[in-house]
């Protein structure tokens, strides 16, 4: 990203949702003075505000937000002004009751909640566009403002809407995506179950029903609410963007997202933005926030973006709400950092006294300004502070992870062969064999470009259309090395198997396709052997038709006994693996040793739980650092990146910063001379990050000269 895109050029941006208008005036004053304590540079306003703005229909009181504005403004910390159409007033529902949102059981949305509006009601397009122009109008040139913040969240808490307005506008997104009722049937596949239409209002939506959906209208279902919910972003944006020049953005949720296909959301942002929660029952969920970050970065398309909202300590809403333990807070922003982004953000500001989220952690926490929280926020600002020669540094990857939001969808529907099966699970164990090896990753839609990646990794592509598979095809066939996950292109687009059989797009590329699947009964398990390894798999295994790929793994036990479990088949000058069943952690350690190898890849052996991150920073101002698409795939690959820092320098200019996050209780060390930003110290050889640290290094001065080898 250029730093003109950039809402505070050469700084990481750093604070919270900022509302107060759930406080008393003479409280501005203190948070704006803890604000500035703590290091905070930017603030989101207004995100939940709409009843204060807009009093009664078409009267308006800006007056505090004036106030507001200006007071942050004249102690230097910059805006991101949101627009309220998340939470619309009392008002609005009461003079529009069939604005509500209406779920699968025909139940409207109440009030005294927020979200509860139907993304299709024209009364509520009209009512967000008028408020959006409005908040434009007044503030586009107030110097505070540096971006705009549309709606929160889209997809949640209400995506899908079941009323007459939503219903409505499905048949028509259903027209204008088939044309005629005999390619919507031949969609949807229609003969089955005696569902065929033969006239468009006799279209419904997949509301409840006495057993499963047509999966097909299912997944046109979410197509379509996630097509609404976008549309109504592009009114706000371009209502915003009639009066302002700012950058804007919505908060996305990466991989905690359902009704949202970030691909196509990135296309529409100036910016990504991006929340993100720990799921406290994992113990390991520090992998799972790496994940959304790096998934968070690819649909930026490499750019820096924005975490608008983690938490400081506990959030409210989960079972047990786990709090964040002393440097918890830290590791978690900096591994955020490390995968690309440029504002380290939080939900919110100050706790709230009332209301749904008062047991929700906060920048500045009910305990005050002398809490543990509070020192840790502030701690953390004053050395994001000293990072802002990192922003708009770009990462790099060999490795590609495919997602795809409509494989997604389509493996969430029902009567599968097991339930035990799941795309999130999968994503993650395979991402997570990834990061303990220390290895950056891209995500990629499997159609996107892959030529600049060694290997790419598909753990969840049960929905694969034949366009994708011919991609995927074709970079095997170019010399890349492709390691696919059990369930594989089950299904093209409409749900629909694939003529031929399950996998056969990928049959060129894999030489294997499916016969049956075999999934297994919950808690059964059974052996593979592999390359002298035993691995102890479960859930799922399959009858595999061989078609030119050799055995690398055979089933011992289970409902696929003594036939072929694990294949490798070279395709052109690539290599394609198939894993056919749901092998854990451990299981896949093996697997991925030998794809490396293939690919050329060496993990980069840090101690366990010594999470290593790099960013580049092009020493030409406003330049974009290499992107791994534009990088030829080299011969032979080093430690995790290749080529070595110095050659890069040489080769492009750029500064490189290591960002190591030590989430071991005991110290680790790691060999990276440079300069301790933290500190200021020069690290002469090896750093040493004591338990639950972390550090950013530059690793040598900036270049300006080239230098000698
Ligand atoms: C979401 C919302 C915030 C807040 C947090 C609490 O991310 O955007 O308004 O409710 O959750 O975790």
């Known amino acids: 990203m250029s730093s003109e895109v950039w809402p505070l050029p050469g700084a990481i941006a750093y604070g919270g949702d900022y509302n107060p208008e759930q406080w008393p005036r003479h ?43 200006d007071l942050l403004h004249g102690h230097g910390i910059a805006v991101d002004l949101a627009t309220p159409s998340v939470s619309p007033p009392a008002w609005f529902f009461a003079a529009y009751p069939q604005a509500r949102a209406i779920d699968a059981d025909g139940v409207v949305m109440g009030f005294g909640s927020r979200g509860m509006a139907s993304h299709a009601s024209p009364e509520y397009r009209s009512a967000i566009v008028q408020m959006a122009d409005q908040l434009a109008e007044r503030y586009a040139s107030h110097p505070g403002v540096v971006m705009w913040h549309v709606h929160n969240e889209y997809g949640v808490p209400v995506g899908e809407d079941f009323s007459e307005a939503s219903v409505a506008a499905w048949r028509n997104w259903l027209q204008h995506r088939y044309q005629s009722l005999e390619n919507l049937n031949a969609a949807w596949g229609t003969a089955f179950w005696g569902q065929y239409y033969r006239q468009w209002d006799h279209v419904v939506a997949p509301a409840r029903t006495p057993t499963v959906v047509n999966p097909a209208m299912k997944l046109d279902w979410a197509r379509f609410t996630d097509d609404q919910l976008r549309e109504c972003y592009r009114l706000e944006r371009d209502a915003i963007r009639a009066h302002a020049t700012q950058p804007i953005t919505t908060n996305f949720m990466a991989h905690q997202s359902w009704n949202t296909d970030l691909w196509k959301w990135a296309q529409e942002v100036d910016i990504v933005s991006d929340d993100h929660y720990l799921w406290s029952p994992d113990p390991d969920a520090h992998v799972a926030l790496a994940l959304s970050a790096d998934l968070t970065r690819s649909v930026a398309g490499g750019r820096p973006w924005i975490l608008m909202e983690h938490s400081t300590s506990a959030v409210n809403w989960q079972g047990q709400n786990i709090a964040k333990r002393p440097g918890e807070m830290q590791r978690n922003a900096l591994t955020h950092l490390g ?86 699970e999968r994503m993650r164990t395979y991402y997570e064999r990834l990061w303990r090896d220390g290895i950056a990753v891209d995500f990629a839609h499997p159609s996107a470009d892959l030529s600049g990646y060694r290997l790419v990794v598909a753990p969840a592509s049960y929905l694969l259309t034949a366009a994708a598979a011919e991609n995927l095809t074709r970079y095997v066939a170019d010399g890349g090395t492709l390691l696919v996950s059990c369930f594989a292109a089950a299904v093209d687009e409409n749900d629909a198997v694939h003529p031929g059989g399950f996998g056969v797009p990928l049959q060129t590329a894999l030489g294997v396709s499916v016969q049956e699947y075999l999934p297994m009964r919950t808690g059964e398990t059974c052996q593979v052997d592999f390359n002298g390894h035993t691995l102890t798999t479960d859930v799922w295994t399959e009858d595999l038709t061989l078609a030119g790929a050799e055995v690398l793994g055979h089933y011992r036990g289970g409902p696929a006994d003594c036939a072929p479990a694990i294949t490798r088949h070279r395709h052109g000058s690539g290599t394609g693996w198939y894993v056919s069943t749901r092998l854990d952690l451990a299981g896949l350690t093996p697997v991925f040793q030998a794809a490396y190898a293939d690919a050329g890849l060496t993990p980069a052996g840090h101690p366990e739980g010594l999470e290593v991150m790099r960013r580049y920073v092009r020493d030409e101002p406003d330049t974009p650092a290499v992107a791994p698409t534009e990088r030829p795939r080299a011969e032979h690959a080093s430690t995790e990146h290749a080529p070595t820092a110095d050659a890069d320098r040489e080769a492009t200019g750029t500064t490189e910063y290591v960002i190591a996050v030590n989430h071991r209780p005991d110290a680790a060390t790691l060999k990276v001379p440079g300069t301790d930003l933290f500190t200021g110290e020069l690290i002469d050889g090896e750093l040493t990050l004591p338990g639950g640290s972390t550090a950013v290094v530059r690793t040598q001065e900036p270049i300006t000269h080239p230098q000698p080898r």
């Open 339 to 424: 995968r690309g982004a440029d504002a380290i953000m939080f939900f919110q500001w100050r706790a709230s006294r009332s209301g749904a989220e008062k047991f929700h952690s906060a920048m500045l926490p009910h305990a005050g300004p002398s809490s543990r929280v509070f020192r840790e926020v502030t701690e953390l600002g004053h050395r994001l502070g000293r990072l802002g020669e990192l922003q708009g540094g770009r990462t790099r990857a060999e490795v590609a992870v495919l997602y795809d939001w409509e494989s997604l969808w389509a493996q969430d529907l029902e009567w599968r062969p097991s339930d035990d099966l799941a795309f999130r």
């Open 27 to 69: 409280v501005w004053d203190e948070d704006v003075t803890l604000m500035r304590e703590a290091g905070v540079n930017l603030v989101s306003v207004g995100i939940f505000s709409w009843a204060k703005l807009e009093i009664e229909e078409g009267v308006y009181d800006f007056t505090w937000l004036d106030e507001l504005l």
